[in-house]
């Protein structure tokens, strides 16, 4: 999320004809094309943050900027060329890392949170806990997953909250 992804067309010589074929997730399809001999593009759907890397006769790769959630789904790049037709598609999948944020609760439990993260963060204690996460989806496709330390003794004082997650893992200690 946030970042700028480029994808690559399929390299060919004497090309005439390029086109990107966008097919969301979410949403209404988008089409980007590129006539070489009469050097005329069109447009139709795309949002602003998509476009062409920089001129599509030098360099036909496709250029998202702040990738968002809303961007997943499939690219496909087809060229016509004197050679033949070429293609290649892509799935895009956008990760989301959670924000770890903890508390403690209205008993003096501490509270762990991985909010937003996409896909779902995991969450486990240290020292253990018997404690069962809760998940909270999100419009945008984010989930919130929520956990409390429950203590397997009543002297802990203090307790870490470790989470997992594709985009890399996160641990705090809390003190309730």
């Known amino acids: 999320v946030g970042d700028t992804s480029v994808l690559p067309c399929p390299p060919s010589s004497n090309i005439t004809l390029i086109t990107w074929k966008i097919s969301p997730k979410v949403g209404v399809s988008c089409t980007l094309g590129y006539r070489t001999d009469r050097k ?13 890397k920089s001129t599509p006769d030098q360099d036909p790769a496709l250029e998202i900027r702040q990738v968002g959630t809303a961007h997943e789904g499939n690219y496909t790049c087809e060229v016509a060329a004197t050679e033949g037709n070429f293609h290649e598609t892509y799935h895009l999948t956008v990760l989301a890392p959670p924000r770890l944020v903890l508390h403690c609760d ?3 439990n501490p509270v762990c949170q991985a909010v937003a993260g996409k896909p779902p963060a995991g969450i486990s204690w240290a020292p253990e806990s018997s404690s069962a996460p809760r998940e909270e989806g999100h419009d945008n496709g984010t989930v919130t997953v929520l956990s409390t330390f429950t203590a397997c003794s009543t002297n802990v ?13 996160q641990s705090k200690l809390i003190t309730c």
């Not at 004082?157 to 893992?169: K, M, R």
């Open 40 to 52: 005329w593009t069109n447009r139709t759907n795309c949002h602003d943050s998509i476009n062409w």
């Open 106 to 108: 209205e008993h003096g």
């Open 157 to 169: 004082t203090n307790a870490t909250c470790l989470v997992s997650h594709p985009t890399g893992n």
